[in-house]
């Protein structure tokens, strides 16, 4: 035994392994180390981890880069062979579409398998099922019938047969989008709480608009009632000025022993369809209200005039409404995730994990490199692990885990998106794996790449 354990490294060196990433600064945030290590793939496996020189049949030099867990977006609704080209670019492995879901699920999820860059999930959503039942006419959210109008019991009950086929698919919780569906009442919102809480699944919700506090006290009574665990989605966006309450707020439910998460993106500005719920009796509202809205197709700052013919039309717009001091408030704090609330239309669908790493760690030191990368993939794994396996080998940079890494030069990476021009890649992100597939290789995408994996409960 003695023999064997002096051996050990040599054994390790010897091995031949498929990759090797050479000389990198290995970020885990589960064991906490931070040191300069080779990081040996077999398969889609994490085989090896080493001080010591390990051969592979392809070996890369990570010099100067940091070698981190692939990033777990929790909120990406652009879900397209596009977008998932941009979510790699910023260290993306795995992008789901958590808050507004979708139904059917499981004709969602086989529209996906085997096409697919990065992982892909998603949950089953009180909006689309909602626009079903009550036969509205909008595309991704309510535009008539379910922003408008309350549901009958029977259609209360068609929907909660819809998502509740959307869990037994294997949904990973419910979506849920009160502030777009206004009308539903807060019976019709808590008995789908029960129905997540019977799967022993999160519900991701978007709170009503308004009073934060009153939509806080809704989702987390229902929580507490029910038993759901419960996720708060962007709240730096939901809160704004609030925010330091808002957290407040949360932190106390989170001592008491309730199951509540949030999450949070770097960006001041929001953005959402023009026509939905979001913008209801805007008509009414004085004139400077209208200018912290950009149409991003022109680029121009809106009017009361070009804000009613925009809503008629239909389409994403950008509101200005925040401050960089919420959001590195909301950032900093301890049990805030990084989440995009991605869109093709907003520069946060493209550089939300770049734009944590350049600005809010590098260049503001508003946070350090470890707690960016744990916010960004250790704590969302850890948030899906009891209803979904697969997530308890992501988020971590050890033996045996998934081979989804994002190496990346922390002296370089940085968004490039804008407002103006948001389809821009990150820079800085050298090499991106998935299952132990490269799908950046030297800075260069590969969208020939079809590792990703459907990420699903159990």
């Known amino acids: ?64 880069l940091v070698i981190a867990p692939g ?60 626009m079903a039942v009550m036969k509205d006419t909008g595309d991704f959210l309510p535009r008539d019938n379910a922003m408008n109008r309350a549901s009958t019991p029977e259609e209360q009950k068609a929907i909660e047969s819809v998502v509740q086929k959307g869990l037994d698919e294997g949904a990973l919780g419910l979506g849920m989008g009160i502030t777009y569906t206004p009308t539903a009442t807060p019976d019709e919102i808590l008995n789908l709480f029960y129905l997540a809480a019977k799967f022993k699944r999160p519900v991701f919700v978007h709170m009503r608009g308004g009073n934060v506090i009153a939509s806080l006290q809704e989702v987390i009574g229902d929580a507490a009632a029910s038993g759901a665990p419960l996720h708060i989605v962007h709240i730096n966006s939901s809160a704004g000025s609030k925010t330091p309450e808002a957290l407040r707020f949360i932190e106390g439910a989170r001592s008491r022993g309730l199951d509540v998460t949030t999450e949070a993106y770097p960006y001041t500005a929001s953005a959402t369809f023009i026509e939905s719920a979001a913008f209801s009796n805007w008509e009414h509202q004085p004139p400077g ?95 899906l692990e009891a209803m979904s396996p697969q997530m308890r080998l992501k988020g971590r940079v050890k033996v045996g885990a998934d081979a989804d890494l994002a190496v990346f030069d922390p002296a370089t990476v940085i968004d490039k998106a804008t407002f103006e021009k948001p389809r821009q890649n990150s820079e800085g992100f050298r090499y991106v794996l998935v299952g132990g597939t490269f799908v950046v290789r030297d800075g260069k995408l590969r969208p020939e790449a079809h590792p990703g994996q459907a990420i699903k409960a159990r």
Do not use: C
């Open 1 to 64: 035994m003695r023999l064997l354990f002096w051996l050990f490294p040599f054994l390790l060196t010897a091995q031949n392994y498929d990759i090797v990433l050479q000389h990198g600064r290995v970020t885990d945030p589960e064991s906490g180390l931070d040191a300069v290590r080779y990081v040996a793939i077999s398969g889609n496996k994490i085989a090896a981890i080493s001080e010591a020189p390990l051969r592979g049949t392809v070996e890369v030099d990570a010099a100067g």
């Open 71 to 130: 990033f777990i977006d929790l909120h990406q609704h652009a879900q397209t062979p596009e977008a998932y080209g941009f979510k790699a670019m910023d260290g993306v492995t795995t992008a789901l579409e958590l808050e507004v879901g979708v139904s059917p699920v499981s004709e969602w999820y086989m529209a996906r398998a085997g096409k697919s860059l990065i992982n892909f999930g998603a949950t089953a959503g009180q909006i689309p099922a909602r």
């Open 289 to 383: 209200y209208f200018a912290s809205l950009l149409w991003p197709p022109t680029g121009e700052r809106l009017t009361r005039e070009s804000f009613e013919r925009y809503r008629q039309k239909g389409g994403v717009v950008i509101r200005f409404g925040n401050t960089d001091e919420m959001i590195r408030l909301t950032v900093a704090s301890p049990f805030v995730m990084v989440a995009s609330d991605g869109a093709l239309e907003h520069p946060r669908g493209q550089a939300t994990f770049a734009r944590i790493l350049g600005r809010y760690v590098r260049d503001e030191k508003a946070l350090t490199l470890m707690d960016a990368i744990r916010k960004s993939s250790l704590m969302p794994a850890q948030r």
